[in-house]
């Protein structure tokens, strides 16, 4: 890839188009283009198609989507659904229009149905029912994956999907009304912390079983498939071991430093019994994560130390 080639980073101000960006700066990619929701609402075809008409650009990274937590996803259905399918609708058929020759898509490991074996291997796609406490969002992101393989289908282009298991990092989403398991951990811990280590409580019974991926190897992967051709549409992007709940909690709180007691709330949902990818495809085609979950952990932990007064809060 030449790296003067044009790079729109759609979604460059959330925690992975910002790792995205600062990934392709570092591997010395200078015609970066990105814009925020407030001047560019991907939601408007009418808009993101005068947007690729005036920019034409020669890739297009799609990091833009409405992301959120069980409780998010299940109090707002339409918006998961419908604004996710807007979002990539118009970006992949602007794309298309706009005679992009790269797309990378990110979807979620939320895309394979909830009871089909572990590891997650990419040809479980569509063969059973979904998780319902995100259903909403994994059908639009489904809808993505399978527009890109079309493309890549019917018009030969190097549209390419990857998915990313549970990603955590620097600018992660630490609302406690919207944000994933990780962040949601690490902030109660640490205001338990400040008040003298109360107890905290979670979310579910502990034992459900989740992989996570520091989000600065993700922008490493997407870069990585930037720079390669891919021969097939979809592509697993995660570490291959999974942890426990109650170890990741266990875990965080160590990083904090709280030392309260740990409560669990069983009446709240768990989710997925074990959600891990298989990354061998991944692997296969020459790429692999580096950062161990407790430097990750760390990293992600003093980030937020520094950014205490300033963190993003995303309210629907
Ligand atoms: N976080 C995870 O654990 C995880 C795991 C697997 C996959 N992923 C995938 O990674 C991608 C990015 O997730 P993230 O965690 O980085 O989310 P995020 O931090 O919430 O960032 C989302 C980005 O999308 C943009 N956006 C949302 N609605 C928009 C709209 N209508 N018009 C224009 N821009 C819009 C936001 O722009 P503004 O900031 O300007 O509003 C923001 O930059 C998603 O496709 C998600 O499925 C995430």
């Known amino acids: ?176 009304n919207t944000s994933h398991v990780l962040p949601a951990m690490m902030r109660k811990f640490h205001v338990a912390k400040e008040i003298g280590n109360e107890p905290v409580e979670l979310w579910g019974s502990g034992s459900p079983m989740r992989e996570f991926l520091f989000v600065e190897d993700l922008a490493d992967a997407v870069v990585f498939a930037l720079e390669n051709k891919f021969e097939d549409n979809l592509y697993n992007v995660g570490t291959g071991t999974d942890l426990t709940i109650k170890e990741l909690a266990m875990l965080i709180q160590k990083t904090v430093g709280h030392t309260g007691e740990i409560k669990w709330d069983s009446s709240k949902p768990d989710g997925t019994p074990r959600k891990l990818m298989d990354v061998s495809k991944m692997e296969q085609a020459g790429w692999k994560a580096k950062v161990e979950l407790e430097v990750g952990i760390q990293r992600t932990y003093e980030w937020f130390l520094e950014n205490l007064e300033s963190f993003k809060e995303v309210r629907i």
């Open 1 to 176: 890839m030449n790296s003067n080639a044009k790079i729109y980073v759609a979604g460059h101000h959330g925690m992975v188009g910002s790792a995205i960006w600062s990934a392709l700066e570092a591997k010395g990619y200078t015609n970066l283009i990105g814009r925020n929701s407030k001047e560019l609402d991907l939601r408007n075809q009418l808009s993101v198609s005068d947007f690729f008409s005036q920019e034409k650009p020669a890739v297009v990274i799609d990091a833009a989507a409405r992301v959120g937590g069980i409780l998010a996803n299940s109090n707002y259905p339409f918006q998961f659904l419908m604004e996710n399918m807007q979002i990539q609708n118009n970006l992949i058929d602007s794309s298309l229009n706009a005679d992009v020759q790269k797309f990378i898509f990110l979807g979620s490991s939320c895309i394979y149905p909830k009871l089909a074996p572990q590891p997650l291997k990419e040809e479980y796609l569509l063969t059973g029912p979904l998780e319902p406490t995100n259903e909403w969002y994994a059908v639009a992101k489904i809808t993505g994956v399978k527009a890109c393989e079309a493309i890549r289908k019917q018009f030969g282009k190097d549209y390419i999907s990857l998915m990313p298991t549970n990603l955590y990092g620097p600018n992660d989403n630490f609302d406690l």
